[in-house]
């Protein structure tokens, strides 16, 4: 009987190599980045209680009715879901351990995030993201420091074809009162909404401006402008937001129909956008959450942030002429007859104690066939262990990139002549011309 073979789970993805390896050139440049603002790790479990995401991102809203991968554990009953983005996460945790004690504090994340979306080019079940939160800070400075952030990581990676959209929620009872004229212009054009926006008005009237059905578009157009309804303190941090980003030469769009998919939000909110990836431009999206601490039972305190989603980032990287770095290797180390595997091991631990990286052939063969794995290995140099190199404790060494003679090396001088060749300067000072 034949039996299937199993595979991956729809929208979630493996990242093989050479893909993994820009992962990770990413993955480092975004670790020296935060450190250069000062943002601090935090890392948070995949898992959470399902009741934070519904209290953190609201029960109306797309992620929370739709797309969480929510279940009972079997074990103990408890509600679970795998976490759909980190915010929430980072301020139950700055919330149990008491991390605001002694004053505010930049963090940062990174890992997989899932929802259950219909999966696209650049939309997974399982993505990544890279999240940054600044906790504790009220001020309009922040809110620019998140977004100069950004804008700096773009330019180390050399991403261009990027544009800036922001927007202000406003404050609850600004947002109130522009809740109010929503309710009041859609119930006057009821017989316009769609089957999605009908069930959001009573519930949640700001999502209706989110709906991506293009019937509905002029109907939004014309709705009343939450913008219109901040009061003076508001406006004030937003324009003192829009001032130190246009200080900084970083060039934006108001939108004011950018309210964001998750309820937390107020005041300040910031979308990173590019053409360049079709249907899924939104390579980073973030804002300021006030309220979001005593909604989640800890005690009040500001806070802004955004997350980067890495897909979306890297596909954009590489559009831009981002490539993974070649993996560098710099011994391939050919060992036969009896006894070789030993002296082969020792040998490479004490070249890669000097350093160097180092395949050890595995699987046997004939040198022929171990050469020949050397040479597709990429590594600049073949070590070479045979029967008479062990007999006399030396071990051959053969340039594999460059110009140059083999040569039979005593194994003390083995780094020695490695490390000759590796600088071109093999022909110099007759180190490794023994034999
Ligand atoms: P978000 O807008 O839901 O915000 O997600 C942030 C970014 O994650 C998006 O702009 C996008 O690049 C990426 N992303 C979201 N869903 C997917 C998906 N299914 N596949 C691929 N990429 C995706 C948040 O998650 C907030 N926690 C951001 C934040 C942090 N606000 C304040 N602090």
Redesign the pocket.
């Known amino acids: 009987m034949s039996q299937k073979g199993i595979r991956g789970v729809r929208g979630m993805n493996d990242i093989l190599p050479p893909e993994s390896l820009l992962w990770n050139e990413f993955e480092s440049l975004v670790h020296s980045w935060a450190a250069a603002y000062g943002y601090r790790p935090l890392r948070t479990p995949i898992v959470e209680q399902t009741a934070l995401f519904k209290r953190a991102i609201g029960e109306v809203t797309d992620i929370v009715e739709k797309e969480m991968y929510a279940f009972e554990d079997a074990l103990n009953g408890e509600h679970l879901t795998l976490r759909p ?3 929430a996460g980072c301020v139950r945790a700055a919330i149990e351990h008491n991390l605001l004690h002694q004053g505010p504090k930049r963090l940062y994340y990174w890992g997989p995030m899932f ?1 259950h ?1 219909r999966p696209q080019k ?3 079940r399982q ?1 990544h ?1 890279i ?1 940054v ?1 600044a906790l504790g800070f009220a001020d309009p400075e922040i809110d620019a420091e998140l977004i100069v952030m950004g804008a700096r990581l773009w330019d180390d990676l050399g991403i261009t074809d990027v544009r800036l959209e922001i927007n202000s929620l406003g404050d609850p009872e600004e947002r109130a009162a522009h809740r109010e004229a929503l309710v009041a212009y859609f119930t006057a054009h009821q017989d316009e909404l769609d089957e999605d926006s009908r069930r959001r008005l009573s519930r949640n009237p700001l999502r209706i401006l989110d709906s991506k059905n293009p019937a509905m578009q002029p109907l939004i157009e014309e709705a009343p402008r939450l913008l219109d309804y901040l009061g003076a303190e508001t406006r004030a941090h937003f324009d003192a937001v829009l001032a130190l980003i246009e200080a900084a030469g970083i060039p934006y769009r108001i939108n004011p129909r950018l309210v ?3 309820d937390y939000y107020n005041r300040t909110v910031f ?1 990173w956008v590019t053409p360049k990836l079709g249907a ?1 431009g ?6 300021r ?1 006030d309220g979001l601490f005593a909604q989640l039972g800890g005690k009040p305190a500001p806070a ?6 890495v ?2 980032v890297l596909a954009l990287w590489e559009a831009c002429g981002g490539e993974p770095p070649q993996p560098e290797l710099d011994v391939y180390l050919v060992h036969q007859g009896e006894g070789s595997a030993p002296a082969a091991f020792r040998l490479a631990e004490a070249l890669r104690s000097s350093g160097f990286s180092v395949i050890v052939h595995a699987g046997g063969g004939s040198f022929k066939s171990q050469m020949k794995r050397a040479d597709a290995s990429g590594a600049e140099v073949a070590v070479i262990l045979g029967e008479s190199e062990l007999a006399s404790e030396t071990a051959t060494v053969k340039p594999l990139r460059r110009p140059g003679a083999q040569r039979q090396v005593p194994w003390t001088q083995l780094e020695e002549v490695v490390a000759h060749i590796q600088l071109g300067s093999e022909e110099s000072d007759g180190v490794g011309t023994l034999a």
């Open positions: 983005e980190g915010t929802r979306e650049g939309r997974y993505f993201q999240g939160e964001r998919g998750l979308e899924q939104t390579i980073c999206a973030g804002g959450y802004a942030g955004f997350a980067l989603g897909e979306r």
